[in-house]
């Protein structure tokens, strides 16, 4: 079954960059929706970005809209999340979820939509 591994994560400075990668496995990365979601301390799990199954669009949270970016290469079988002009509020364990759902959205799906999680990954913004 499907696998997915966060990676990239880690302290910056406000205003900084910093890029997450999902690596898949188990399964072809094309024929899975792909989200990123995050959980700060005290707070509960929101979406940031998703991606559909082959190339159908791509959505944000309009907390990070003009500053996060999700893509995908599904010949390394992984996902990103670019993350510019990095703010404190942005801290949090991020967390890469798939399922092989076929729908056609504007918006992410939730939580509970998403079969498979990664462990998740930290990220600090701090100066």
């Known amino acids: 079954q499907l696998q997915v591994v966060e990676s990239g994560g880690g302290l910056v400075q406000p205003g900084g960059s910093l890029r997450l990668s999902c690596a898949a496995s188990?399964?072809?990365?094309?024929?899975?929706?792909i989200g990123w979601f995050r959980q700060a301390p005290g707070k509960e799990r929101e979406g940031v970005a998703c991606?559909?199954?082959?190339?159908?669009?791509?959505m944000y949270a309009d907390s990070v809209k003009g500053r996060f970016t999700i893509s995908r290469d599904n010949a390394k079988q992984t996902v990103y999340l670019q993350m510019n002009s990095l703010k404190p509020e942005d801290t949090a364990v991020y967390y890469c979820?798939?399922?092989?759902?076929?729908?056609?959205?504007?918006?992410?799906?939730?939580?509970?939509?998403?079969?498979?999680w990664g462990q998740g990954t930290q990220v600090t913004v701090s100066s």
């Open positions: 188990g399964s072809t990365l094309d024929n899975y929706f």
């Open positions: 991606i559909n199954r082959g190339d159908l669009g791509t």
């Open positions: 979820a798939a399922d092989n759902m076929w729908v056609f959205t504007s918006t992410c799906p939730p939580r509970e939509d998403y079969h498979y």
